[in-house]
């Protein structure tokens, strides 16, 4: 068993326009240890199109174990049109799916929150995104993307036959309905636990194992059960009546790009992956935007680096239990909008235009 490293974090920064805004994140680690004596021991490799250029496959074995032996990774985006038309197992993505996979990081956090500064962003009325802020925890190393059967094969009347399994077990459903109640009890007490129980065994498994789950240990905490179709339906016409949301990965994956869209921009959205904690409590985990490489803008100095920083400011909350210092950065962003400070993707009428790094330098001059 490879040791954690306290401290120790990998930066991947990867592909596109991940380079660009892991630099930011960069700035602020080192800003943090030159001004608040914290010790981050920062490493940096490659991983995605990057390390296939380099090295012929999207993550070394190297770089696999610089990461098992790191208190966290922080990943930028992999990917990009140049390495489309790569076999499956050479894609940039392969190396997300793999860190995913190895590191058993099971509970993926994905927080959609509407910044009062940008409610104009979004395609939903002002009235009904203003001051949203749900969690939603996705399942990420079971259901129906990893499960046997699965593959494409001939039948006897000549057609082929596509065939995917979605299953999950007791211990899969309750260790992230375990997060999911844990990460309620510190925001508004409420769990609403999705699945298809009405035409899926998978799923009512799920709703009775996390039932059972909060009749034993979380009582306090009030849990709902919903079908994920009315959920995905919820969240456009009542999105604020959800606090933390707890789904498998096929509906997790869904329901958390609808609910992010209800943000206004790709550019400003963080996300946490999470493994179990061992016993001497130290858990493995990955933060990275969800944003992709966008090749679109890559280069050009306008990508928005909200989305990593606030990334880190995760880390901070849930690796390294600095919430005090994840609340400071997080303050330090809005203090930045509220100041009337742009990136292009959110840029408006009467607000300030100010490149990547311009944005960077301007978060850290707040936690100044
Ligand atoms: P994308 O998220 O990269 O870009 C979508 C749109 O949002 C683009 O117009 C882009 O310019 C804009 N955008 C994204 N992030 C931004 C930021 N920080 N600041 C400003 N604008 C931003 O999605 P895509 O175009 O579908 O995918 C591009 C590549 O990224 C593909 O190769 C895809 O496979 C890969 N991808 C990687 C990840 C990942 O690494 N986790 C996630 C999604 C997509």
């Known amino acids: 068993m490879i040791k954690i490293k306290k401290r120790k974090i990998l930066l991947l920064p990867g592909d596109g326009i991940g380079p660009e805004v892991i630099q930011e994140v960069k700035k602020v680690i080192l800003w943090l240890n030159s001004n608040k004596s914290l010790d981050f021991e920062i490493d940096e490799d490659l991983a995605g199109g990057c390390s296939y250029d380099k090295h012929g496959t999207p993550i070394t074995d190297e770089v696999f174990y610089k990461a098992l032996e790191s208190e966290f990774v922080m990943l930028g985006a992999v990917g990009g049109p140049k390495w489309d038309n790569l076999d499956f197992s050479k894609k940039p993505e392969r190396a997300l799916l793999k860190l995913r996979k190895e590191l058993k990081l099971f509970a993926n ?7 009062e500064q940008l409610v104009d962003a979004s395609t939903l009325k002002p009235e009904i995104v203003s001051g949203l ?3 939603i925890v996705r399942e990420l190393t079971g259901g129906i993307y990893f499960g046997e059967p699965r593959g494409i ?17 007791t211990s899969e459903i309750v260790r992230v309905a375990k997060v999911a109640f844990d990460l309620a009890r ?18 009512q498994l799920w709703k009775e194992e996390v039932q059972e789950l909060h009749d034993k240990e979380y009582k306090d905490v009030e849990l709902s059960h919903m079908l994920a179709d009315n959920c995905a339906m919820q969240l456009l016409k009542n999105p604020k009546q959800f606090d933390v949301i707890v789904t498998d990965n096929l509906f997790g994956d869904m329901l958390s790009d609808q609910a992010s869209m209800l943000t206004g921009s790709l550019g400003l959205l963080p996300s946490a992956s999470l493994g179990a904690k061992n016993k001497d409590g130290e858990m493995r985990a990955m933060y990275e935007p969800i944003h992709g490489s966008a090749p679109d803008i890559a280069g050009k100095e306008i990508a928005n680096p909200i989305a990593s920083i606030l990334s880190f400011a995760m880390a901070l909350r849930y690796s ?36 990547t790094s311009a944005m960077g330098d301007a978060i850290i001059s707040k936690l100044q």
Do not use: W
Request: aromatic content about 2%; glycine content about 6%; charged content about 35%.
């Open 186 to 203: 510190k925001r508004s007490n409420q769990v609403t636990s999705c699945e298809k129980s009405n035409v899926m065994e998978a799923g």
């Open 133 to 135: 802020d749900i969690m």
């Open 153 to 169: 094969k001939p039948i006897e009347n000549g057609e082929r036959k596509g065939i995917n399994t979605h299953s999950y077990t």
């Open 320 to 355: 390294l239990d600095l919430d005090s210092e994840a609340d400071a950065l997080e303050k330090a962003v809005q203090d930045v909008l509220n100041d009337g400070l742009r990136t292009k993707d959110i840029l408006s009428e009467g607000k300030k235009e100010v490149s």
């Open 109 to 115: 956090l994905r927080p959609a929150i509407c910044f």
